[in-house]
């Protein structure tokens, strides 16, 4: 195994130091943004078809499957994001050995923990659906949709979002995006093919999205193979290493991102667990057109936040603070712009949008009621992703971390039960946006004074000598 060191920047690591800020936004934050989408329309567009059936607990079985197949982006997260933003940091310092490194733990270890956790969710599958919702109508559509999504079809899920990150990762944002990007674009023609065509249903769903993730999995691979000789991303098992700090390293960054999947899992486990004692399948239906709005909402959010988490990291990681601190802004603004044009649009439309899931039935009313008030919680939402984003990049995992076990793990979920109890399903509905804008303000405060900090000790380091960029 020969140790790598590149003496010149690359066309894509010049992009990170070199561009304009506007440029280096645009190039790394659009990509990130539409993988993100494109990545959402997977389930979006199962929800889509799985709607025009008209069937109530198909369309509730999509509602009670989606923190489970969640779980799979988390692991694609923990693993993904974390090399992300070593990879970049090490590529800032000159290391692509140790780039190697991280990228080839990152895609062995993903792979490893999806197949054991779907190895664990067919030992005990029936009694969890039925602790989160399903019923003696729905738990045979559940099952079939996971058969194929996420027994059959986990490994290349997880591991086309990983290639995902780690292509992002080394400035190659049109490959990152185009991946994730086809397995979005087949979906959407082979559901109809599938549900409809040969009359599946929503197993046809799953077996669609399957396909279409195989077929993704297959373009980076091919990727690769064409660019091995240059590329950081690695499948080469003997770079593979856990020690050297390899791993605590990629879990501090990843861990906060996977855990706000997981934290925000559990609490879809409680909501649908109460939306079942308190509502029914009508209620349970109406959530998962609010979810599904939301998420792609959400999903936009979170391209922005890791369309910029690299290049901070890289050019943090050369010294190059000022500019870090213009790339902070610039993609604060883009942040604002997109929150607000989702507040707008789902104030003024609801209905329009309710409609693109469910067409008719009970449950459209009750989901634009939803909607109305699950939307303010976007705000902080949005800011929250790109702030843990920005203090990952920075080095300060530990905040990410604690915000997210507090945000996310010990207050989300006791404030929904909370107000659950006290004022039943319209409780649960406003206790997200409660705690999710209240810690966008915290975090802010956080970022105010960690950034003035790292300005400063920027400053006293080009003053004393020392701190040098080998950017010039």
Same mark, same amino acid.
């Given at each position: 195994?020969?140790?790598?060191?590149?003496?010149?920047?690359?066309?894509?690591?010049?992009?990170?130091?070199?561009?304009?800020?506007?440029?280096?936004? @645009?190039?790394?934050?659009?990509?990130?943004?539409?993988?993100?989408?494109?990545?959402?329309?997977?389930?979006?567009? !199962?929800?889509?078809?799985?709607?025009?059936?008209?069937?109530?607990?198909?369309?509730?079985?999509?509602?009670?499957?989606?923190?489970?197949?969640?779980?799979?982006?988390?692991?694609?997260?923990?693993?993904?994001?974390?090399?992300?933003?070593?990879?970049?940091?090490?590529?800032?310092?000159?290391?692509?050995?140790?780039?190697?490194?991280?990228?080839?733990?990152?895609?062995?270890?993903?792979?490893?923990?999806?197949?054991?956790?779907?190895?664990?969710?067919?030992?005990?599958?029936?009694?969890?659906?039925?602790?989160?919702?399903?019923?003696?109508?729905?738990?045979?559509?559940?099952?079939?949709?996971?058969?194929?999504?996420?027994?059959?079809?986990?490994?290349?899920?997880?591991?086309?979002?990983?290639?995902?990150?780690?292509?992002?990762?080394?400035?190659?944002?049109?490959?990152?995006?185009?991946?994730?990007?086809?397995?979005?674009?087949?979906?959407?023609?082979? !559901?109809?093919?599938?549900?409809?065509?040969?009359?599946?249903?929503?197993?046809? @769903?799953?077996?669609?999205?399957?396909?279409?993730?195989?077929?993704?999995?297959?373009?980076?691979?091919?990727?690769?193979?064409?660019?091995?000789?240059?590329?950081?991303?690695?499948?080469?098992?003997?770079?593979?290493?856990?020690?050297?700090?390899?791993?605590?390293?990629?879990?501090?960054?990843?861990?906060?991102?996977?855990?706000?999947?997981?934290?925000?899992?559990?609490? !879809?486990?409680?909501?649908?667990?109460?939306?079942?004692?308190?509502?029914?399948?009508?209620?349970?239906?109406?959530?998962?057109?609010?979810?599904?709005?939301?998420?792609?909402?959400?999903?936009?959010?979170?391209?922005?936040?890791?369309?910029?988490?690299?290049?901070?990291?890289?050019?943090?990681?050369?010294?190059?603070?000022?500019?870090?601190?213009?790339?902070?802004?610039?993609?604060?603004?883009?942040?604002?712009?997109?929150?607000?044009?989702?507040?707008?649009?789902?104030?003024?439309?609801?209905?329009?949008?309710?409609?693109?899931?469910?067409?008719?039935?009970?449950?459209?009313?009750? @989901?634009?009621?939803?909607?109305?008030?699950?939307?303010?919680?976007?705000?902080?939402?949005?800011?929250?992703?790109?702030?843990?984003?920005?203090?990952?990049?920075?080095?300060?995992?530990?905040?990410?971390?604690?915000?997210?076990?507090?945000?996310?793990?010990?207050?989300?979920?006791?404030?929904?039960?909370?107000?659950?109890?006290?004022?039943?399903?319209?409780?649960?509905?406003?206790?997200?946006?409660?705690?999710?804008?209240?810690?966008?303000?915290?975090?802010?405060?956080?970022?105010?004074?960690?950034?003035?900090?790292?300005?400063?000790?920027?400053?006293?380091?080009?003053?004393?000598?020392?701190?040098?960029?080998?950017?010039?």
């Amino acid at each position: 195994m020969e140790e790598e060191e590149a003496e010149t920047l690359s066309p894509q690591e010049e992009a990170f130091t070199k561009y304009s800020v506007p440029r280096v936004l @645009a190039k790394f934050i659009l990509p990130a943004a539409l993988s993100q989408l494109t990545l959402l329309i997977l389930n979006l567009a !199962d929800a889509f078809f799985v709607g025009r059936t008209g069937d109530t607990y198909q369309i509730s079985a999509m509602t009670i499957t989606f923190p489970v197949m969640m779980t799979i982006s988390c692991v694609a997260n923990v693993f993904g994001i974390g090399a992300n933003a070593k990879m970049a940091t090490e590529l800032g310092k000159g290391n692509r050995k140790r780039a190697k490194i991280f990228s080839s733990f990152a895609v062995y270890t993903s792979a490893a923990v999806v197949i054991l956790l779907s190895l664990i969710l067919l030992a005990a599958e029936k009694p969890l659906l039925y602790s989160i919702g399903a019923d003696e109508n729905s738990v045979g559509f559940c099952q079939n949709y996971l058969l194929w999504i996420f027994h059959v079809g986990c490994v290349p899920l997880v591991l086309s979002q990983v290639f995902s990150q780690l292509y992002l990762a080394e400035g190659e944002s049109k490959i990152s995006a185009f991946g994730i990007g086809c397995a979005g674009v087949l979906n959407v023609f082979l !559901d109809p093919l599938f549900i409809f065509g040969f009359g599946m249903g929503i197993a046809g @769903a799953g077996l669609a999205t399957c396909v279409a993730n195989y077929i993704s999995f297959g373009y980076y691979l091919l990727m690769f193979h064409f660019r091995r000789k240059t590329t950081v991303v690695c499948l080469d098992p003997r770079y593979y290493q856990a020690g050297d700090h390899i791993c605590t390293e990629v879990l501090s960054v990843g861990i906060p991102a996977g855990l706000v999947l997981m934290c925000m899992n559990i609490c !879809d486990f409680v909501r649908n667990y109460f939306f079942n004692l308190l509502g029914g399948q009508v209620e349970l239906a109406a959530w998962g057109v609010v979810q599904k709005i939301g998420n792609s909402f959400m999903q936009i959010c979170v391209g922005i936040a890791q369309g910029v988490r690299p290049v901070i990291a890289y050019n943090f990681s050369v010294g190059l603070v000022k500019r870090v601190k213009s790339m902070i802004s610039g993609s604060m603004l883009v942040m604002a712009v997109w929150v607000a044009a989702c507040l707008v649009l789902a104030g003024t439309v609801p209905t329009f949008l309710v409609n693109l899931f469910i067409p008719y039935g009970d449950s459209v009313p009750v @989901a634009v009621s939803y909607l109305r008030v699950w939307i303010f919680c976007l705000i902080g939402i949005g800011f929250v992703e790109l702030l843990n984003s920005i203090f990952q990049a920075i080095g300060k995992w530990k905040i990410s971390m604690v915000n997210t076990v507090i945000n996310k793990g010990l207050l989300l979920t006791p404030v929904m039960i909370l107000m659950a109890k006290i004022w039943g399903i319209s409780g649960m509905m406003i206790s997200q946006p409660i705690t999710e804008d209240g810690t966008a303000l915290v975090l802010l405060f956080l970022y105010l004074i960690v950034i003035k900090r790292e300005a400063a000790a920027a400053q006293k380091k080009e003053v004393s000598g020392y701190g040098k960029s080998r950017i010039q």
